[in-house]
Structure formats: structure tokens, C-alpha cells
């Protein structure tokens, strides 16, 4: 079987991104980005991410949700709020934390990404993980982890413990949205919370 011709798409966001000197640039290129047609004519706003000067934790969930999607911030719904309050249990305060999401775009319905979107929109985060350079990335669910270490991995297997990784170290979890999904006894929960808490740790030594 032949390979896989590259998405155009995807090789312009990557290329416009690239290009990009700054987290300004990078996020205003972005809001003028029409790869995927299917996001385009239902989003409100682009969601580039927040990034705090001198951010030395990036936090990369899926996608915007309806209140993101409406105010233009990652994580500021119910997963955000939870996130929030485990960040401050472990000494984080997200004020100091940067947060951005593989898709910058809300799927219609908040459905889950398709890997073709995810494929098209990666350029710009791959530039703001570049041009911010966090000594720690935490991903928060399925998709993010996909992002980073490729389709097929399961997050079972990759959580509870530091990765070397393009550079840096990285921290696999679960989304704010497993957690609250499953209540507060369940096992995304405990282990968000643990993950965190190692990323503190992490952080203090790197």
C-alpha cells in the first residue's frame, strides 16, 4: 500500500505556524484559520490558548467547549472550574499555568475530534509548545495524549509517571471531564489528582 498523501491543509497551518515568531502571531494566524470547514461554520471564536509569561507548566486538553467556544478561553466550564480547584490543591495556581487544547476550534455538538482535525489544527500548537518551551507538558485525555505520543497509545498504560519527551518531560492524565463524568470516587479523579500533584513535584525539580 502507498502511503498517505499529506493533507494541503494540514501543510499550510503548519507552515503559516512556522513561521510565526510569537504566542501573539501564532494566535492571531489562527483566528483567521479555515482548514477545517466543518469548525469554521459553527465556532464562535477561535480559542488559542492562555499563556502566561513565564509559564513553566503547559496544560493541553481536546477541544473548546460551548462556554470557551463563546468567551474565546480554554477551560473555564465545569472540566476547567474542577481544574482549577486540583491545580490549587496542589500548590498551582492556573493563573500561572499555561493551557491550550489540540483543537483550537469547538467540534459541532461538542463532538469528539476526528483525527483529520486533529491532523489540520496541530501546526499551531506544536509552534506555541516551541516558541514557549515549558520545561513540563501535561496532556489531559485520549486526544491530547494522541497529540503527543501517537494514536494507539492507551492512557492506562502511560499515566502515574514522568516521560522523557521532544526535549522536555511530560505527564500523562485524564481530562477534567472523565473525572466528573465518573464522580468523585471514581479512578479518573483519584488519578488526575496524583498526576497533578506529580507535575508539582516535577516542576520543582526541573
Known sequence: MSPRAPDPAALDVATVAARCADLDEIADHARGCVACVDLVANRTTVVAGDFPPGARLLLVGEAPGSQEDALGRPFIGKAGQLLDRLLDEVGLSRAGVAVANVLKCRPPANRAPTRAETTRC????????????????????????????????????MRGRVHEWAGRRLIVTYHPSAAIRFGPAGAPMAALRDDLRLAAETLCTS
Open 122 to 157: 496541530r501546526g499551531w500548537l506544536d509552534r506555541q509548545v516551541a516558541v514557549l518551551d515549558p520545561p513540563l507538558v501535561v496532556t489531559l485525555g485520549g486526544t491530547a495524549l494522541g497529540w503527543a505520543l501517537g494514536h494507539g497509545v492507551r492512557l492506562m498504560d
